[in-house]
């Protein structure tokens, strides 16, 4: 019970009339109360979203601020991306992230809160199929967590699964997703509006792959250039 939206839950609560103690920790006392009464306040941003966003900020070719979130939630998560080569500017409410020119191999391990996060595996896994080398990520959360990676290698991903660890081989081209993308994407993360594109967050995984094939491929077709166009010195608002 130590994420940071249990300690947030506890905060609200608490202001409403009710008595937790135990906040940051792993054991939570509740003592009843007899009413609890109504309150305003500011929840804290999705640091899933804003952590999904950051990575593929790291599979783009331009520098992308994920604004209104709360860094020090994604600690773990910055500290990966920057061992993959990414330059990392960070403010008391926002993370700007500068892709590198070439992506570091790294090995993660989803761990309880403070560590890496299940719920970010496989988009971190979509980037390290990009990277130059081999990276092991091991799932200790749910361990069946791995549907992702069959889709993955049917796009020419190299990824050989053993339990719950997956060895993730980079490749420099994903040439089997440049046929999918203009599938995926219109249906699933871009929103058309007329001739004017707008970016709508939608599917996670349409987010992670049109960052990679977007870095995989410089395309003819002007599907492979949306996110680089769309994201050029990009602000996502949370």
Partial sequence: AMEPEVDSTIDFLNQMGAKI?????????IQGVDELFPVGMEMISDRIEAGT??????MSTEPLTVANCQP????????KLRSAG??????????????????????????PYPGF???LQAQFMVLMTLADGVSVITETIFPDRFMHVSELNRLQANINLNLNIASVHGVRDWAVLRS???ICVPAQLWCWQGSKRKAKPSSTVSTILTAAMTRSSRSS???????????HNCRMEL
């Fill in 180 to 182: 999918w993308l203009p």
């Fill in 86 to 111: 990414c330059e990392i500017i960070i403010t008391d409410n926002s993370v700007t992230v500068h892709p590198p020119k070439v992506i570091k191999p790294v090995n993660i391990t989803t761990m």
């Fill in 53 to 58: 966003f950051m990575i593929a900020g790291a």
């Fill in 221 to 231: 077709t002007p599907w492979a250039h949306i996110l680089s166009e769309t994201t």
């Fill in 72 to 79: 020090h939630h994604l600690d773990t998560v910055i500290d």
């Fill in 21 to 29: 103690t135990g906040k940051g920790s792993t054991h939570l006392v």
């Fill in 117 to 119: 996060p299940t719920d």
